[in-house]
């Protein structure tokens, strides 16, 4: 089964600054590309836990008694560890990119590439799908959505013409809604607007800005002192959340200070920004966007 090559792999396994008899958990396993890496810098007492929701993942489970894979969301992190008797963890590692198996499995309806029906759940057993977004969703909701999670300037009128069109017969697949929305889609822009539109969907359909914020409200108290976090994001909205949150243990407005202008934070950022080489993103084109955060647990 074919997943993406881990991005940034060395660069996000070194931020965690692995312990060979620590405890880490990957929050998003897919292929498993960072799980082996850390894997092998593991000795015989170490331990992995890797989280995904994604029932197609299990196929890549690692043969291995230090690993286990929880087929289940990572914003349920502290209730699944608690499970296996874990309080604390030396380190967590998240790639918060949609794998290239979703992108290329064609009826799973992530990618802007083929006719697809409606669905882009990265959980199947999930209710809610594109479909129930385009076809069910108020005219207001739809407009919030593109506006918020693709930054789409003409996201009133797009709403507009979703709600119009849909009275006739449902907006069932990808090509549908592509014919529905062709006046927004410029030729020269054409790739550029269908990815906002699909990533704001996406966004949507999965809830991915709310489960980032239950990983991150769980990390001081997941993580051990000096402990790390080594996060990766793809677009502007979620790496906000985790830069925001590293620097001001708040995803928005500033924290309380006391009367010499200082303010108690419970994680510390680990050198700064870091992004791919122009190698990686020759070999892998869907590394262009990764943006490498890492932070430590003070």
Do not use: C
């Not at 070194?14 to 060979?20: A, F």
């Not at 802007?112 to 057993?125: C, I, P, S, V, Y």
């Not at 693709?150 to 996201?155: F, P, T, V």
């Not at 990533?199 to 809830?207: C, D, K, L, M, P």
């Amino acid at each position: 089964m074919e997943y993406h090559n881990a991005v940034l792999l060395k660069e996000t396994v070194d931020g965690l600054d692995i312990k060979p008899d620590g405890v880490y958990v990957d929050v998003t396993f897919g292929g498993g590309g960072h799980s082996r890496e850390i894997l092998s810098r593991l000795g015989p007492n170490g331990k992995l836990y890797a989280f995904d929701q994604d029932k197609d993942a299990l196929a890549n489970a690692i043969d291995d008694d230090r690993f286990v894979l929880i087929n289940e969301n990572f914003r349920y992190i502290k209730r699944f560890l608690r499970f296996y008797g874990v309080k604390e963890v030396d380190g967590v590692l998240a790639d918060f990119g949609v794998s290239s198996h979703q992108f290329d499995v064609a009826e799973r309806g992530f990618s802007t590439r083929f006719e697809a029906k409606l669905d882009m759940r990265m959980n199947q057993g999930n209710k809610l799908s594109a479909f129930e977004v385009i076809n069910e969703y108020e005219e207001e909701q739809i407009r919030a959505v593109l506006l918020q999670y693709g930054e789409l300037r003409q996201a009133p009128a797009m709403a507009r013409v979703v709600v119009s069109e849909r009275k006739t017969k449902p907006i069932e697949t990808s090509e549908q809604l592509k014919t529905v929305l062709k006046q927004f889609l410029n030729h020269k822009k054409e790739n550029k607007v269908l990815a906002q539109i699909y990533q704001a969907i996406r966004i949507e359909v999965n809830q991915e800005i709310e489960v980032l914020k239950e990983l991150l409200v769980q990390m001081p108290e997941i993580l051990k002192v000096g402990g790390r976090l080594s996060f990766i994001s793809y677009h502007s909205l979620e790496d906000r959340l985790v830069k925001r949150y590293i620097r001001n243990g708040l995803f928005e407005g500033e924290p309380e200070r006391d009367v010499f202008g200082n303010f108690e934070v419970p994680l510390k950022k680990v050198g700064g920004l870091i992004v791919p080489s122009k190698e990686e993103i020759k070999a892998n084109n869907r590394a262009r966007s990764a943006k490498l955060r890492i932070a430590e647990k003070i």
